[in-house]
């Protein structure tokens, strides 16, 4: 396939049905997080996925890149996507669905304000500000909301600790020579670094198993291979065809399958309050990833 100038029909599904991939992932970690300890889940889930980007790299010929002059942001990159899963599994095990998709997926707005003081040529343009605005009275609204639909604050607080790791991550590899770095070795320093950290922090969250039954063992395998491990493949492979800013756009709709799918699937109550400050974080998120021209689809 050659490359593209703009979103064309295969892509826009491909995009829809990633992002409908990811708002399911959300909802398995809630499920998953019933038979094992949400830290040790999310190490078990970093293995399994780091064995996965492994075998294929070694199948595409790609060296991993283990240098001393990227080790030390490397593993500064692996203690931020620690972070970033040690809150979103601890969210999820406190607060719903809907609440914890809302937060988590703020990260390009908590990004996009980091960048414009810290990233030369990120500076924030009207729209941007606006999003901003927008995804922050959306915020604001869900956490003054309290528990109203089942969720507790510090699982949303958590959440959004989540994404505030997830930006410092992003931060890390924009702003440094990382961005020099195949993205599949920036992840399997991050999956190395997250499988030791995360296992060794476990205990200190409860048990390790909660009487996994054959679902939640499942559930692992499907985390580990296909949602982390193959999904981030085929995010990769879908970037070298269709714009960066482009494929951006479409981050807004996964805190929203994820919400619908915690109702759906989960049973979870969706108050209106929850739902409008989900409208306005979606919103925002798509004014602060909207590309300078508009996303176009063939």
């Known amino acids: 396939m050659e490359r593209k100038d703009r979103i064309d029909a295969f892509g826009a599904a491909s995009l829809v049905g990633f992002s409908l991939l990811l708002g399911f992932g959300q909802v398995i970690i809630k499920v998953g997080n019933e038979g094992f300890g949400p830290v040790f889940f999310a190490g078990m889930r970093s293995a399994l996925s780091l064995?996965?980007?492994?075998?294929?790299?070694?199948a595409r010929g790609i060296v991993l890149e283990l240098g001393p002059g990227v080790r030390g942001l490397g593993l500064l990159m692996g203690l931020f996507f620690?972070?970033?899963?040690?809150?979103?599994f601890i969210a999820l095990d406190l607060t719903t669905v809907a609440r914890s998709a809302l937060m988590f997926y703020t990260m390009p707005v908590w990004l996009a304000l980091l960048a414009h003081f810290l990233l030369p040529g990120e500076r924030l343009t009207v729209v941007k500000v606006t999003g901003l605005a927008l995804a922050f009275a959306g915020v604001a609204m869900a956490l003054l909301a309290g528990s109203e639909g089942?969720?507790?604050?510090?699982?949303?607080?958590?959440?959004?600790?989540?994404?505030?790791?997830?930006?410092?991550?992003?931060?890390?590899?924009?702003?440094?020579?990382?961005?020099?770095?195949?993205?599949?070795?920036?992840?399997?320093?991050?999956?190395?670094?997250?499988?030791v950290l995360l296992g060794a922090l476990a205990p200190l969250f409860g048990p390790l198993f909660r009487g996994p039954e054959a679902l939640h063992w499942g559930v692992l395998l499907v985390q580990g291979l296909v949602i982390s491990g193959a999904g981030f493949l085929f995010w990769l492979w879908i970037l070298k065809f269709y714009p960066a800013s482009s494929v951006a756009s479409f981050g807004f709709l996964t805190?929203?399958?994820?919400?619908?799918?915690?109702?759906?699937?989960?049973?979870?109550?969706?108050?209106?309050?929850?739902?409008?400050?989900?409208?306005?974080?979606?919103?925002?998120?798509?004014?602060?990833?909207?590309?300078?021209?508009?996303?176009?689809?063939?």
């Open 150 to 195: 089942g969720g507790a604050l510090v699982g949303d607080l958590c959440a959004l600790a989540g994404a505030w790791c997830w930006a410092g991550l992003a931060l890390v590899v924009r702003g440094t020579r990382l961005r020099e770095m195949r993205a599949e070795s920036q992840l399997m320093w991050q999956l190395a670094v997250s499988a």
């Open 82 to 88: 620690t972070g970033e899963f040690v809150a979103l």
């Open 255 to 298: 805190p929203v399958f994820g919400t619908l799918l915690g109702w759906l699937i989960l049973d979870e109550p969706l108050p209106g309050v929850i739902l409008l400050a989900l409208a306005l974080v979606a919103a925002g998120l798509w004014l602060v990833n909207r590309p300078v021209g508009r996303v176009r689809v063939a």
């Open 51 to 58: 064995g996965f980007l492994l075998i294929w790299m070694r």
